[in-house]
């Protein structure tokens, strides 16, 4: 009944720039915290940037100064900003949202593919 729609990935070059979305739909009362998450082959899920309704933001150190995460609340959709893109960004990246109904649980976006070429 939620779903999470990312979009935005692809292939660039060092030093490059991409900018990830992801909207959510369905049977949405409020979204409290939303975030980006991502996992490299052989790697485990790790947080990158994450923003609360009211905008706090929180980034991972490897991340910090160089993305930028973003919401559009009337829109229900969150943005990562991704500049000066390194090979260790290389990765899958998963959107993540706090989704209140009658309760709030947890939902996951199916991932989009972000590959950096030396």
């Known amino acids: 009944q939620v779903q999470l729609v990312e979009s935005g990935g692809g292939l660039v070059q060092a030093g490059g720039s991409l900018r990830l979305s992801c909207a959510a739909s369905?049977?949405?009362?409020?979204?409290?915290?939303m975030g980006w998450y991502r996992q490299a082959p052989g790697k485990q899920r790790e947080l990158v940037a994450s923003?609360?309704?009211?905008?706090?933001?929180n980034y991972a150190d490897s991340v910090k100064d160089r993305f930028i995460i973003s919401r559009d609340n009337a829109r229900n959709t969150v943005y990562l900003q991704m500049n000066s893109l390194k090979p260790e960004d290389t990765a899958v990246y998963y959107c993540?949202?706090?989704?209140?109904?009658?309760?709030?649980?947890?939902?996951w976006g199916q991932g989009t593919q972000v590959t950096v070429s030396s």
């Open positions: 993540h949202a706090e989704i209140a109904l009658l309760t709030i649980h947890g939902y």
């Open positions: 369905g049977r949405i009362f409020s979204i409290n915290a």
């Open positions: 923003i609360t309704s009211g905008g706090s933001s």
